[in-house]
């Protein structure tokens, strides 16, 4: 957390190595619509991807600038943020993001989070409350927490077939508490093969553009 009088937090590293590791997190944001990473180095990229995309929205010169100057991959993600995101969240004044929590990491238990862009291709909050309601079931709880309840609902309401795809999420997750395996193995499988798909699409697309 920021000490008193600190703006924000240093995430362990000097001006310097701090911005860049902030730029690479916005950049895998832009490109893949969800990163997995700690929740102080996610709470620090929120802001900074909201800026973004407000500036895109704008369209502004100084604020396509400003994107070019931070972004480590302008061509693609300048392409994203004004063809894409500017069009999805045109009718949004803020909050384009969502904050979701981790278990703690395995090897020193640092607190965990998903960043997520709202209306992607994934919804990360269907396996999160997955999770939470698998656990639930399998420690024999016939309630649940709020949060969750509140999620469950929202899902349901709001997901094409949402009951009937949290149902086969929450067995999913059952196998996998069952399995011994980690859920947020799970989840980090997801992203990655999200990033897959990106990178082959991106690859594709390249080869279209020379022939």
């Not at 004004?82 to 993001?97: I, K, P, Q, S």
């Amino acid at each position: 957390m920021p000490s008193q009088g600190q703006a924000h937090r240093t995430l362990g590293r000097a001006s310097g190595p701090r911005r860049a590791l902030l730029r690479q997190l916005v950049t895998s944001l832009i490109e893949h619509d969800s990163i997995t990473t700690t929740y102080a180095r996610a709470k620090e990229t929120q802001p900074l991807i909201e800026k973004l995309i407000t500036h895109a929205k704008d369209g502004t010169v100084a604020g396509r600038k400003s994107i070019y100057g931070f972004v480590f991959n302008p061509a693609l993600s300048m392409k994203k943020l004004y063809d894409e995101l500017a069009v999805r969240y045109n009718d949004r004044t803020g909050g384009y993001t969502r904050l979701l929590h981790l278990e703690p990491r395995d090897r020193d238990a640092a607190p965990m989070a998903v960043l997520e862009l709202l209306g992607g291709p994934k919804d990360l909050r269907l396996y999160l409350t997955a999770k939470a309601i698998a656990h639930a079931e399998v420690s024999g709880k016939t309630k649940l927490d709020r949060a969750t309840a509140l999620n469950m609902r929202k899902i349901e309401a709001n997901m094409k077939d949402g009951k009937q795809l949290l149902r086969e999420k929450v067995e999913l997750m059952k196998r996998v508490y069952h399995s011994g395996r980690s859920s947020q193995d799970v989840l980090t499988d997801i992203s990655e093969n999200a990033k897959r798909r990106a990178d082959d699409k991106a690859i594709s697309k390249k080869i279209a553009l020379r022939k």
